[in-house]
């Protein structure tokens, strides 16, 4: 579903990614791991058009390298930012609706369904986003995405910072998003989080890809762990 090959990208003269080769399956959940610095975000970030690259993207079989971001999310690929970027001052049902790629045609996903995920949205329908835990803005942030039909979402960090009951949370509704079909490429700084949830995985040092396997070939394998994981 998605292939990423020879990438390449800078920030000004900074030679951030450094020829990075990865895939996507449908249906699959791949976990893109390493330690602050080593290119993750900005990889997901190249990959929807917000970072200029070189080399090539393929969403669908089609290349998407060159378009602009929202070129690439109405192809059907989302994108869940680190730093959630809702809106305050929009109540939840407002910032769900937003992420719709038309008010005209019912979608895959429903306000109904998310709050199936999520039934603690609900409660919140009428409330303005900005006074969500950061744990709800989180559900918020990914639940908007789907109200805008993806293939496959790219969540950068979703568990970063927020209270174990809600990393749990998190974590189930991934797996729920999983099930019903969704891809998800998954950057994630808690190893036992993608261990347990993922098809396979990457691990990325000094912008490059340095291990790619599954779960229990990262388990054994030590010396990879240590070097570009481990604190």
Known sequence: MLEVADL???????????GISLRVGTGEIVSLLGRNGAGRS???KTIMGQVASV???????????GLKPHEIARRGLGYVPEDREIFPALTVRENLLLGMKSTRAQGLWSLDDM????????NQIDAPGGVLSGGEQQMLTICRTLMGDPALIMVDEPTEGLAPMMVELVRGLLEKIAGRGIAIL?????????LAISHRL???GQGRIVFEGT?????????????????
């Open 8 to 18: 390449h990208s800078y920030y000004g003269k900074s030679h951030i990614l450094q």
């Open 42 to 44: 900005t990889a997901v």
């Open 55 to 65: 080399g090539s993207i393929r969403f669908r079989g089609e290349r998407i390298d």
């Open 115 to 122: 709050f199936a995920l999520f039934p603690v949205l609900r």
């Open 186 to 194: 998954l950057i994630e700084q808690k190893l036992t989080i993608a």
């Open 202 to 204: 990457y691990v990325m």
């Open 215 to 231: 779960a229990a070939e990262l388990r054994d394998n030590h010396a990879v762990r240590r070097e570009w994981l481990e604190v």
